[in-house]
């Protein structure tokens, strides 16, 4: 069964530090992966997108690695700031592709605290 | 133009009210997208729409009825909902790739249903 799953469930940081979140799939192939960040009560965005072929995307504060020989890719946030406080979802595009193969994972839940 | 715009942001109803969700972007997207989110929970694919035909139903109870009246709008109308019906419900959008595989997605603020 395709599965992604993400740890951990929740993280609390001191603004201005630095963390990783995790996610590992067992989709296989896949198409791309994808980081999004969803403030409480809105919807996602989109932070970075990665083919199979790609191993690190940037964007700003945010880079996401992927190793798809283990099958996991992480989403480092540096310099934290209050406003990263959000669900961040991995979300895996099966090779097959199609509208309803998108994979979601659960979610981190990241608290940035003063 | 990046956005895709929902209305209401907020949506009060009682299980016996007609009600509409709207969606709509300027994109040029030809796939457009209603998804499903309780609490703590990841997005539920509800319906896709490509090309404003319907391509996707996740076997959504009828009193879901969604409708895409043109390229940019897409519709969702609610009636007879029942209390385990609220969720935030967001529309999403994206280009339309060979072999129906989807471009990025872009989502908009959600809808955020209490039925009563």
């Known amino acids: 069964k395709n599965q992604v799953e993400q740890s951990p469930q929740s993280l609390i940081i001191l603004e201005g530090k630095n963390c990783t979140l995790q996610?590992?799939?067992?989709?296989?192939?896949?198409?791309?992966l994808r980081w999004y960040k969803q403030d409480t009560g809105r919807g996602p965005v989109s932070l970075t997108i990665m083919t199979f072929s790609e191993n690190t995307k940037s964007n700003g504060r945010y880079t996401a690695t992927l190793d798809a020989d283990t099958k996991q890719s992480s989403l480092h946030i540096t310099a934290s700031q209050l406003s990263d406080s959000a669900s961040y979802i991995c979300v895996v595009t099966p090779f097959s592709g199609g509208y309803n193969k998108l994979i979601f994972g659960a979610g981190t839940r990241l608290a940035v605290h003063p | 133009d990046t956005e895709v715009t929902q209305t209401p942001k907020h949506l009060v109803m009682g299980m016996t009210n007609k009600k509409s969700l709207k969606c709509e972007q300027h994109m040029g997207h030809r796939a457009m997208y209603w998804y499903k989110q309780k609490a703590k929970k990841p997005p539920e694919l509800m319906f896709v729409?490509?090309?404003?035909?319907?391509?996707i139903n996740e076997s959504v109870p009828s009193r879901f009825s969604p409708e895409c009246p043109n390229s940019s709008l897409l519709n969702l109308h609610l009636h007879a909902l029942q209390p385990e019906d609220s969720a935030l419900y967001l529309c999403?959008?994206?280009?339309?790739?060979?072999?129906?595989?989807?471009?990025?997605?872009?989502f908009g603020e959600g809808s955020r249903l209490t039925v009563l």
């Open positions: 999403a959008s994206s280009q339309v790739r060979d072999r129906g595989s989807t471009g990025e997605l872009f």
């Open positions: 729409y490509s090309y404003e035909k319907l391509s």
């Open positions: 996610c590992n799939y067992t989709v296989s192939p896949f198409s791309n």
